[in-house]
């Protein structure tokens, strides 16, 4: 039999035995139709990154925030954080769960794109480095693909059209295998479970110096891990560190 015949006739029998249909208007063959993903919008306005509460332009640390930390003398890590669009409308909870724990990797591509129409919607410098927030190298062998990667590669390739810009993801390693935050309730927990995690590993011409950094993950609870990933990019000299994740998960 030729090998496209024996592949269509394998997907016909995939197609009949598991059917996927639109989550949200149930037209066959598709996780999310055309139409359906264009319906998810972007969100109109963003929170400071710090208390999650006040609204702030492009995601950046609100002036209430920025007092507490000048009162205490500490740095503020995270330059802004921007959430592309709500978590609990539109299927997007059920879309990001299909694609992370059913492997379904095509669905890379469309989240991807809510997240360059929020940054362009954001106005953010554009960055020198594009950084995944990284998997321990255990739940990468799981899982077989870093869900953060795949949009960043998507980011990359699309942020400006035509000029890819610089993925790494040599530059900030997972060092300590965690409980994935989302099943940890409390949120000092959240914040001990995440501490010291990363690290950046030693380079030749140090290549964060004086960088601009967009860090990519798929969801942020607290924002904690974000939080420490910037952290330590800042004090391995990096200049600017913006964040991008698809959507807040509610606690
Ligand atoms: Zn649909
Ligand atoms: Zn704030």
Known sequence: ???????????????????????????????????????IATLSSQVCPYCEKNISTSGKICSYCRSQLIARNQPDFLDALIVATHYSKNNL??????????????????LAKIMVTALLKNHLPLPDLIIPIPLHPRRLRWRGFNQAELLAKELKNTLLPGFPLILRNDLIIRKKYTSPQMKIKNYAQRKQNIKNIFFVPSKKNNPLQNK?????????????TIMESAKILKQAGAKKVFGIVIARQEQ
Not at 12 to 34: A, G, V
């Open 1 to 39: 039999m030729p090998l496209e015949i024996f592949s269509n006739s394998k997907k016909l029998i995939l197609d009949t035995l598991f059917p996927i249909n639109c989550l949200s208007c149930q037209k066959s063959n598709y996780w999310l139709c055309d139409d359906c993903w264009k319906k």
């Open 93 to 110: 909870a059920r879309l990001i769960h299909i694609y992370k724990y059913n492997f379904i990797t095509e669905l890379a591509s469309p």
């Open 212 to 224: 601009t950094i967009l860090l990519v993950d798929d969801i942020c609870t607290t924002g904690s």
